[in-house]
């Protein structure tokens, strides 16, 4: 190597070394611009979690307002107004308005219903502004005519001028019509000082109370029509009930009149037998006393007379204990058909005395049989009990026997398990068809209106056996093969009942 030749090595590692920078000085100036970088991209990341944030606490204020509102309206199913005014301050606290509104449309008129922060110059603007004619330029009316959400980002600038603007000095305006199945029933309106417009959550937020403020009056709207059906309802069942009492008391007082008719007869004939033995005695004893007076009396005579005087005094007594008995049962019907209080009786006992008194209205060719359990103890009501198997042998002696056809029905009681009882009543007359089986506990059902039935009788006999008396009535019938009513009711009729 030359000696000349180091110094141009020396130089050209200089030149080299120029051009690409010092090491040092590239060592020194990274980690600043590191450091920068990374404080703009913490300051960046900070930025979008505070918007997360901010975010996600403006969507959880809006969804509790809206639950908020939902549960008012649960809870208020008969007043709207509480609901429109939680709507309007929720309204206005999310949507950061001066003013929040409420209207509804009545006919052709717009009507303010509810307001939020109106001062008292805004609030006699309004009452003098409205109710507001439909048809008129106002942007509330506008937007419930056209159905169409009406966003004012500046009314001065667009011409919404109006009596409350000036009043209240708000800019930017806010209208969501209230729809119903595509018709505008009101409106909700946000109002704000800044002539800018609505944010899009905010306008879908004013959307949703908009639909809750519809629910909110079709739930008032239903439970008020709810309430005078249940009202009319109400008073049709009363007035239903009357109307069965008294049909009842009919029936009952139509009975009895059978009835009384049915024993007047029958006692003709004790009572008839009695005069006539008495007016035979007394013939025979005045021909005993002319026997007496003329000296004629002979001892066959006076053996005689007294065994006919004990003839007759028998005979007396036969029929006038048969009177009495007849009597006796009359009071006891009559009693148990006019008073319907619950008191403990003996079920085959108040049912032979029921049969006994009807035996004497019916028909000779229709026999009625009783079978009943002994000691079947009953705390229920006897009257309403003996109208029951009353209209139940009139029914088959009017319906099952055409043309005076003989026949029979048999009346059987027994218990039901130790609560219940069991009563069957069956006759072998004509039956029913599947037509009339299907209709023949309906009121003023009959086969036989021609003819002056009523079509009462059974329509009362279910009222009672299910009502009154806290049982069931179940109807077996085939047509040609007779008619079984099978009754179960309780020892102990109902307390409700009373």
């Known amino acids: 190597m030359k000696a000349g030749d180091r110094p141009t090595r020396s130089k050209s590692r200089a030149t080299t070394a120029k051009r690409r920078g010092s090491p040092k000085a590239a060592t020194a100036s990274s980690p600043a611009k590191k450091k920068a970088a990374t404080a703009k991209a913490e300051t960046s990341g900070t930025s979008e979690v505070e918007q997360l944030r901010l975010e996600l606490q403006e969507a959880r204020e809006r969804q509790a307002a809206t639950a908020e509102v939902l549960s008012l309206i649960s809870d208020s199913p008969s007043s709207i107004q509480p609901v429109f005014d939680r709507i309007i301050k929720n309204a206005a606290r999310l949507c950061h308005s001066v003013l929040s509104a409420i209207y509804r449309r009545e006919g052709d008129h717009v009507h303010l219903v509810a307001y939020d922060q109106f001062s008292p110059e805004s609030i006699a603007a309004v009452e003098k502004a409205y109710p507001a004619p439909l048809t008129s330029g106002n942007l509330i009316s506008v937007a419930i005519r056209e159905r169409r959400v009406v966003h004012e980002p500046d009314v001065l600038v667009s011409g919404g001028y109006s009596e409350l603007q000036r009043t209240s000095g708000y800019r930017s305006i806010l209208v969501v019509p209230m729809l119903r199945d595509d018709v505008a029933i009101g409106a909700i309106a946000v109002m704000r000082l800044e002539p800018k417009l609505f944010p899009k959550a905010q306008v879908e937020l004013l959307k949703t109370f908009a639909g809750q403020a519809v629910i909110a009056i079709e739930n008032t709207r239903l439970f008020t029509e709810l309430q005078a059906r249940t009202t009319q309802l109400s008073q049709s069942l009363e007035?239903?009930?009357?109307?069965?009492?008294?049909?009842?008391?009919?029936?009952?007082?139509?009975?009895?009149?059978?009835?009384?008719?049915?024993?007047?007869?029958?006692?003709?004939?004790?009572?008839?037998?009695?005069?006539?033995?008495?007016?035979?005695?007394?013939?025979?004893?005045?021909?005993?006393?002319?026997?007496?007076?003329?000296?004629?009396?002979?001892?066959?005579?006076?053996?005689?007379?007294?065994?006919?005087?004990?003839?007759?005094?028998?005979?007396?007594?036969?029929?006038?204990?048969?009177?009495?008995?007849?009597?006796?049962?009359?009071?006891?019907?009559?009693?148990?058909?006019?008073?319907?209080?619950?008191?403990?009786?003996?079920?085959?006992?108040?049912?032979?005395?029921?049969?006994?008194?009807?035996?004497?209205?019916?028909?000779?060719?229709?026999?009625?049989?009783?079978?009943?359990?002994?000691?079947?103890?009953?705390?229920?009501?006897?009257?309403?009990?003996?109208?029951?198997?009353?209209?139940?042998?009139?029914?088959?002696?009017?319906?099952?026997?055409?043309?005076?056809?003989?026949?029979?029905?048999?009346?059987?009681?027994?218990?039901?398990?130790?609560?219940?009882?069991?009563?069957?009543?069956?006759?072998?007359?004509?039956?029913m068809s599947p037509e009339v089986r299907r209709q023949v506990f309906d009121p003023f059902f009959t086969t036989r209106r021609d003819q002056g039935s009523t079509g009462l009788g059974l329509h009362i006999v279910h009222n009672i056996v299910t009502n009154r008396l806290g049982g069931r009535i179940n109807l077996e019938t085939r047509q040609g093969a007779g008619t079984k009513f099978r009754i179960v009711m309780p020892r102990e009729a109902p307390l409700a009942a009373e």
């Open 239 to 431: 007035d239903l009930r009357a109307a069965q009492d008294g049909l009842i008391q009919t029936e009952k007082l139509a009975a009895l009149g059978r009835l009384v008719a049915g024993v007047a007869h029958e006692l003709n004939t004790p009572v008839g037998t009695s005069l006539t033995v008495a007016s035979a005695f007394i013939n025979k004893a005045d021909r005993f006393e002319a026997d007496v007076t003329s000296g004629g009396v002979r001892r066959s005579s006076l053996t005689e007379f007294i065994a006919s005087s004990r003839e007759a005094a028998s005979q007396v007594m036969i029929n006038l204990n048969h009177a009495i008995d007849l009597i006796q049962s009359f009071k006891q019907v009559a009693t148990d058909r006019n008073v319907s209080d619950r008191r403990g009786f003996d079920l085959a006992e108040v049912t032979e005395q029921v049969v006994k008194g009807l035996r004497f209205g019916l028909r000779r060719n229709l026999v009625v049989n009783v079978a009943c359990e002994p000691d079947l103890a009953m705390n229920s009501y006897p009257g309403p009990y003996g109208q029951v198997l009353t209209n139940l042998v009139i029914n088959s002696a009017v319906h099952a026997y055409p043309d005076g056809a003989r026949g029979s029905v048999h009346i059987a009681a027994q218990a039901s398990g130790k609560h219940n009882v069991e009563v069957l009543f069956s006759d072998d007359g004509c039956g």
